[in-house]
């Protein structure tokens, strides 16, 4: 077996089904924030982010912590791009330790947990770690926006967006659901199929969703309507990620993100907010993704040649996607309670 090939088999090894499925894996810690017994309180400069900027669920979850003002009570920290065989590295700090949590892999927040003190699957991000403690909190990215948006509302910046409103969080969770199997990890499961059969259903299953995003949009400024919802910036990540990386790397080829009418100005229109501009880099998403050891022989990128191409300078023009609102100068509903 090829060198990066089993490391690719070695890091999934939990995941691999016998039909060339990757599984996802199950959330270590998931406890919730609130003030009941077992949950975590909702406090100021207590917990830590971390996240790897090339990750689509992390993105969604920094983006989220920037639109609502949270980045001013939760910090943030960043691991290197590349994983070696113990998972994510903070090569990026002094001494390669993050600066608060003082670790240098992030498995060493898993570990303190674990049973015998050795995390034996995954350490993955996004994870909240508390800095009292030195323990994780939650890596759930599924529910942290959600946690954000509701729980931690009492230290949302003032007007912050309404990304998660009342009477339509119904229909986000339906979408949610929809974008993270269909689309987040839908395109993870062309790129990391192992047999041809396996690789087919996802690609049919991807291109169909994006279909039906695209067909939705043609309608309608964002996902639910004429404002950026939770939804929205949970398609982001991965439409941000596409035509410089997956459309290559994970043989995701039937389209370019750039072929689809609706979903190309949908995905500028938020590519614009200057808080999602600000975590987008397309060149971070082409040298984890194209360098990985991990993904390398994905692509069989056996010279290690990061792929010049293609050419982002399209994300800076206009969406002109104004039309579609009933209220097109504002792209957010924003709260009407001021919090401090
Ligand atoms: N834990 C989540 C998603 C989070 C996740 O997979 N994050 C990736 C990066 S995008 C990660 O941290 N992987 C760790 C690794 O490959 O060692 C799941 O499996 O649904």
Known sequence: ???????????????????????????????????????????????RLLWMPACPHAHKVVIARRLLGLDRVISLGTTGIYRDPKGWVFTE?????????????????????????????????????????????????????????????????????????????????????????????????????????AYETAYHLFFEAMDILDKRLESRRFLLGDYITDSDIRLYPTLARFDVVYHQVFKANKKRLTDYKNLWSYARDLYHVPEIKESTYFDIYKRHYQLSPHLKPLWGNVHSIVAKGPDVSGWELQADREFLSRNPKEKFLLQEEQHV
């Open 93 to 197: 700090d002094p001494g390669e330790k993050d600066p608060v949590l003082g670790i240098h892999y992030l498995k060493e927040l898993y570990d303190r947990d674990a049973p015998g003190g050795d995390y034996k699957e995954r350490p993955t991000v996004p994870i909240l770690a508390d800095t009292f403690t030195g323990r994780g909190v939650n890596n759930d990215h599924f529910w942290i926006p959600v946690y954000f948006e509701t729980a931690w509302k009492p230290y949302h910046k003032k007007s912050a967006p309404e990304l998660y409103p009342a009477d339509l969080r119904e229909e986000i969770d339906q979408w949610n659901h929809f974008i993270f199997h269909r689309i987040n990890n839908g395109v993870y499961d062309i790129g990391f199929a192992r047999s041809q059969a």
């Open 1 to 47: 077996m090829a060198e990066g090939v089993e490391i690719f088999e070695n890091t999934f090894r939990h995941q691999i089904q016998s039909d060339g499925e990757i599984t996802i894996q199950e959330n270590f810690f998931r406890d919730k924030f609130g003030d009941k017994e077992g949950e975590w309180p909702v406090e100021p400069d207590r917990y």
